[in-house]
């Protein structure tokens, strides 16, 4: 059977709630930047699962000996924030994946055509296929930055199935075209919205999560 995009929406209270709080449109930039680091670090938490490489091994407690299972630090793991609105994300990714490198990328749309174009790469020229990559992402709008940002990945070696995508909200066309793209990969988000409007944005969403978090 071939792989079909996995794509979560968590049913925890904290996401239901920082979500609410970053959709309201009275939210001030300082609490709109805590709820997007808590969804980070919240959505991350629930990426995690089953996607980290861990070893067994045995430690000794102050009373015997004792199984231990560890997240194995041999094995590559990436963080890239999609500048910029990416960056809203990164502290609460960072403290659930602290071992973890940070590689930036920049990609600005097009207003008239939707289409994504790089102003900012700075991801290694190749890496390693068991590499662990992590985008955070607040807005799956119409998918043009995202399928981008795979290509630019693919091309260096990574593995679509290696990759866990943390965005705040998705519109439908988005993940319609990456399944097409790329259906090894799996995403979360704290929920799918009903789709875009006329100029490419998500509705219900959040509105411009960069401008919201940076106070521009």
């Given at each position: 059977?071939?792989?079909?995009?996995?794509?979560?929406?968590?049913p925890?209270?904290?996401?239901?709630?920082?979500?609410?709080?970053?959709?309201?449109?009275?939210?001030?930039?300082?609490?709109?930047?805590?709820?997007?680091?808590?969804?980070?670090?919240?959505?991350?938490?629930?990426?995690?699962?089953?996607?980290?490489?861990?070893?067994?091994?045995?430690?000794?407690?102050?009373?015997?000996?004792?199984?231990?299972?560890?997240?194995?630090?041999?094995?590559?793991?990436?963080?890239?924030?999609?500048?910029?609105?990416?960056?809203?994300?990164?502290?609460?990714?960072?403290?659930?994946?602290?071992?973890?490198?940070?590689?930036?990328?920049?990609?600005?749309?097009?207003?008239?055509?939707?289409?994504?174009?790089?102003?900012?790469?700075?991801l290694?020229?190749?890496?390693?296929?068991?590499?662990?990559?992590?985008?955070?992402?607040?807005?799956?709008?119409?998918?043009?930055?995202?399928?981008?940002?795979?290509?630019?990945?693919?091309?260096?070696?990574?593995?679509?199935?290696?990759?866990?995508?943390?965005?705040?909200?998705?519109?439908?066309?988005?993940?319609?075209?990456?399944?097409?793209?790329?259906p090894?990969?799996?995403?979360?988000?704290?929920m799918?919205?009903?789709?875009?409007n006329?100029?490419?944005?998500?509705?219900?969403?959040?509105?411009?999560?960069?401008?919201?978090?940076?106070?521009?």
């Amino acid at each position: 059977m071939a792989p079909q995009l996995r794509v979560f929406v968590p049913p925890h209270p904290l996401v239901k709630h920082w979500l609410g709080v970053a959709r309201d449109v009275n939210t001030p930039s300082a609490l709109f930047r805590t709820a997007m680091t808590e969804l980070g670090r919240w959505l991350t938490y629930e990426a995690a699962r089953e996607w980290l490489p861990t070893f067994d091994t045995q430690v000794e407690t102050p009373l015997a000996p004792c199984p231990a299972t560890f997240v194995n630090p041999e094995v590559p793991m990436m963080i890239i924030p999609i500048l910029r609105a990416g960056l809203a994300l990164m502290e609460g990714a960072q403290s659930v994946l602290p071992l973890a490198s940070v590689y930036h990328v920049g990609y600005v749309r097009n207003e008239e055509t939707l289409e994504a174009s790089c102003y900012l790469n700075k991801l290694p020229s190749s890496l390693s296929p068991e590499t662990r990559v992590l985008i955070s992402e607040p807005m799956l709008a119409t998918g043009g930055t995202m399928m981008t940002a795979m290509a630019d990945l693919v091309e260096r070696g990574i593995q679509p199935g290696n990759v866990r995508i943390v965005a705040i909200v998705a519109a439908p066309v988005a993940l319609k075209k990456l399944a097409e793209a790329y259906p090894e990969l799996t995403i979360y988000t704290a929920m799918i919205d009903e789709g875009l409007n006329e100029n490419g944005y998500i509705v219900p969403g959040l509105g411009d999560a960069g401008d919201r978090t940076f106070g521009t």
